[in-house]
């Protein structure tokens, strides 16, 4: 008994420790926990029975105790890791003077934090960006800002998913902090090569996250990795859930452009202004600008390329696994009234007469909303009309197209309502209605594997790569240059999950880590590819097979074990589903 009772002190010190880890506590949380565990470890030593049993129980306690007290404090994420990194010099923008970092080889300046339009608080919640006020003193750039307003998981729950889904966890010195969300949240980054060529094209990044959370510093696509490639890129903050897409009649009457439900949208906007008319200054090509965006910020940026707001603000889009170009879209998009409607009975659920009541409601409580409010609009002033609208009538903003999806999209939004031979032909029903026996007969199921199998694709084709499908004929009939690919690499991190290519596309893949040689050639075509499309609009360079335009909406460059063209898997699918939208295809 005595040694099964070391044995669980034991197994519990390692359990307190990895919680200390995961959850990011301070080390004066560690120093506690070891001290505490010490004088356990050194009384259960000299005591036998229950009182062994009530020491073991003090000493649980205490942890629980000294967990709270130990809590991770909110920071600011540095730039750069590492003490002191060396500071650039000085640039002018129209607002005042900034100055970013070095990253640690030299290669790279970073300027983190940058603010691109006043904070959207207290009677600036639910109204138009006001440009930034002016700054005397120079910018320290070294930080990145808080997040949006959104709601935070634990750290240890962040901890968890990069073990469980990306397998690449760390344990590292100098992380003991959690990060800050705010509704102040309207700063821009830069990264710019130190030693630039010219004028250097730019690209700007938007975030996923469903619209209703994310943050701009994640690795997998920060502007590092293509910055050292000679570009500069540029990411940001933009208004997320209930404080960037709620829409009610009476703020649309309080606007002088009467618009509502579209301010994250808005916040795009206005940070592409910012981009247009500061970015010279660090030696970026102002009129050389692509836009890019994953899942929910590929959304935006398909609502961007026919918004008459954003014209003449870009001329490139690159969009990866999402667009609200299908003529009912499935992802991130509703209509006008229901946004209204869903706003009505947000006003009724907190009791608030006004909007004035609601702008006094704490953004803590608000941000509660946000499975309510993440969905852009048509408000008739971001969005006059459906983007499918406006590309039949030949209105866009775009010069050029790179497009493509994932071939397991699906993976984290089915992973835990796995199909089987007993609920797939009732969820195909629920969707597909009078077409489901069409659908049937094309995904005739065998067994449960099967069953699951064919949920996945037919899930990613509603919501991911049907909508490609749809923007790719639109393209090709307006005469859009399009290239569309198509990730199905599988590795030991996302594989061709949702995300799962954007660390090759961005060329942020670290060393010593789960990916191996062809995960890193890989990245060298997708990032040479996305390189030469942001400089060129097209994304053919030496090294890569030829990738022809997708004139016939069929073909697409596939990018997984091998490099190869490679032909749409459920073009029999996307017919009806051309049947039930409505969709009409000229070309």
């Given at each position: ?185 309207l700063y821009l980054n830069i990264w710019r090569p130190s030693k630039p060529e010219g004028k250097v094209p730019v690209l700007v990044y938007i975030h996923g996250g469903s619209l ?376």
């Amino acid at each position: 008994m005595k040694t099964l009772g070391w044995i669980i002190k034991i197994i519990t010190m390692i359990v307190m420790f990895a919680v200390l880890e995961l959850n990011k506590n301070s080390l004066f949380g560690w120093f506690l926990t070891f001290v505490c565990t010490g004088l356990c470890f050194f009384v259960s030593a000299k005591i036998n029975g229950f009182k062994n049993v009530l020491v073991y129980f003090i000493w649980v306690a205490v942890f629980v105790l000294i967990l709270f007290f130990s809590w991770p404090k909110e920071r600011y994420v540095p730039a750069v890791k590492g003490k002191d990194p060396l500071k650039t010099q000085i640039y002018e923008t129209a607002y005042g003077k900034v100055q970013g970092v070095f990253n640690k080889e030299g290669t790279v300046e970073v300027f983190a934090g940058i603010p691109y339009a006043k904070p959207p608080i207290e009677d600036l919640r639910w109204k138009k960006p006001q440009k930034a006020d002016p700054w005397d003193d120079i910018l320290l750039a070294d930080h990145f800002m808080a997040m949006a307003m959104q709601e935070k998981d634990l750290p240890i729950y962040s901890s968890i998913a990069r073990i469980v889904g990306y397998h690449d966890y760390v344990p590292e010195l100098g992380d003991e902090y959690d990060f800050k969300a705010s509704e102040d949240c309207l700063y821009l980054n830069i990264w710019r090569p130190s030693k630039p060529e010219g004028k250097v094209p730019v690209l700007v990044y938007i975030h996923g996250g469903s619209l209703k959370s994310g943050q701009t510093w994640y690795r997998d696509f920060n502007g590092e990795g293509l910055a050292k490639e000679g570009i500069i890129v540029v990411n940001f903050a933009y208004r997320l859930g209930v404080f960037g897409f709620y829409a009610n009649e009476e703020l649309a009457n309080e606007s002088t452009e009467h618009t509502t439900g579209n301010y994250g949208l808005l916040d795009m906007v206005e940070a592409l202004k910012w981009v247009k008319e500061n970015i010279s200054a660090f030696g970026g090509d102002e009129n050389n600008i692509t836009i890019a965006g994953e899942s929910a910020g590929s959304a935006a940026v398909s609502a961007l390329c026919t918004s008459p707001l954003a014209k003449g603000l870009f001329d490139k889009a690159v969009l990866e696994s999402s667009t609200v170009a299908a003529k009912i879209p499935t992802h991130s998009y509703r209509s006008y009234e229901d946004a209204l409607s869903s706003g009505k009975e947000l006003m009724e659920r907190y009791g608030a007469s006004s909007v004035e009541d609601l702008r006094k409601i704490p953004a803590e409580d608000l941000v509660k909303e946000a499975e309510t409010q993440h969905h852009m609009t048509v408000d008739g002033y971001v969005l006059t009309e459906d983007p499918y609208q406006s590309y039949k009538k030949g209105i866009h903003n775009e010069s050029a197209i790179l497009h493509g999806y994932n071939s397991e999209e699906s993976g984290p939004f089915i992973l835990f309502s796995h199909a089987n031979m007993k609920n797939f032909e009732e969820r195909i029903r629920r969707y597909f209605g009078d077409h489901a026996d069409a659908v049937l007969k094309i995904y005739d199921t065998k067994d449960d594997k099967e069953a699951d199998e064919y949920w996945a694709e037919i899930y990613c084709c509603i919501y991911f790569s049907y909508p490609h499908y749809c923007l790719n004929r639109l393209a090709v009939e307006n005469d859009i240059p399009v290239y569309q690919y198509f990730f199905d690499r599988n590795n030991g991190y996302l594989s061709s999950w949702h995300s799962g290519e954007e660390i090759y596309l961005y060329h942020n893949i670290p060393e010593g880590s789960v990916f191996d040689q062809r995960d890193k050639e890989l990245s060298d075509e997708m990032a040479s590819a996305l390189l030469s499309f942001v400089r060129t609009s097209d994304p053919n360079h030496e090294g890569l097979i030829s990738w022809p335009m997708n004139s016939d909406s069929k073909t697409m460059m596939g990018f997984g074990d091998t490099t190869r063209i490679v032909t749409e898997r459920s073009l029999a699918l996307y017919e009806i589903l051309d049947e039930m939208q409505g969709f009409e295809n000229k070309k």
